[in-house]
C-alpha cells in the first residue's frame, strides 16, 4: 500500500532550551512516511550544534540560513519543500508533539477531496516550560472560513498541515512578506478562499508557554469585559491596519481567481467601510466576523467609528 508522504518543515532561532524535546517528539511518530526539513534563521546560541547532531538521520535535512525573520523562512521552506510530499506540517522549535499527531491529521485531510486546497488544524494543550498542562485553547465559535480570516488568525501554525494543492495556492503567487501578518495568517486566508479547513477538536500537540502567567484568579463578566476592552483598544488600531494591508496584497494576487462570493466580501472588506454610513451597514450586516464574542462586539464597534 502507497502511504502518502508527510514532510514536516521547522524553522528554528536560538532554540537551544527546547529543541531536542521537539525534534525526538518528531522522530517518534507513528506515521510511517515522513521526513523532515529543517532550516535555521541565523541562530547564535548552540542551536546548530544541536541540529548538526541530528543530521545523521536519513530523515532529518537541514539547512542553515541567514536571518530573515520566521514568516520568510517558513514561506522559504514551503517554497524548497519536497514536490513529491502530499502534506506539509508547520513545526515549532519549543512544543513537543504527541506520537499520533501526523498519523491523525493524515487520516482526517484524507477523508476530504483531494482536488482542492486543504488544511488541518487542532486544538493545543498549553502547558508550561516543564510540560505540565496548563490549560487548552479555545474551539472556535463559528466556522473557520474566510469571513473569518480576513479579520482575524485563530489558527495556530504549529498544528497546520496543507495538502500539496494548498502549497501550490501559495508558492504560485509570490507575496510581498511585509504586507502579510504572519505565515500561517496568509496560509489560513489562502486555503479557506479556495479549498476547506479540517478542524480538530482533539489536541496532539503539547503547546509550550514561556514564562506563562496564568490567571488562577475567576473574574466575574463585567471585570472580564473591561480587561479585554482596554487591552483590545491597545493593539486594535495597529493589528486592523495588518490585516487590511493583507486583504489588500490577496486582493493584488488572488482577487481575478475569487469565487463571486469571497469577491464580494473581500471588496466589502477592503472599500466598504469608508463613510459612516458604510460602516454602520458593514457593522450590523457585514459578514466577516471574530471567534470570540467580546472581540466580535467591539470589532464592529471600532468599526463604527472609525478606529479600524
Known sequence: MNVSKVQVLLSTYN????????????????????????????????????????????????????????????????KISDPEAEFLAFCDQDDVWLKDKISRAVAALQKHPSDIPLMYCSRLTIVDESLRIIGYSKSPRKELSFNNALCQNVIPGCTMIINRIAKKRVIDMPMVIDRIVMHDAWLYLVVSAFGSIVYDDQSRILYRQHGANVCGEQVNLAEKFLIKVKSFFRRERFKSKIFADQAVEFRRLYGAQLSPQNAKLLEDFVEGRKTFTQRLWYAFKGETYRQSLIDDALYKLLIIVNLV
Open 15 to 78: 532554540g537551544e532550551k527546547y529543541l531536542k524535546e521537539q525534534l525526538d517528539s518528531l522522530l517518534a511518530q507513528d506515521y510511517p512516511n515522513i521526513d523532515i526539513l529543517i532550516r535555521d534563521d541565523g541562530s547564535k546560541d548552540s542551536t546548530k550544534q544541536i541540529l548538526t547532531g541530528y543530521e545523521n538521520h536519513k530523515n532529518i535535512s537541514v539547512i542553515y540560513g541567514s536571518n530573515i525573520g520566521i514568516t520568510a523562512s517558513f514561506l522559504e521552506l514551503l
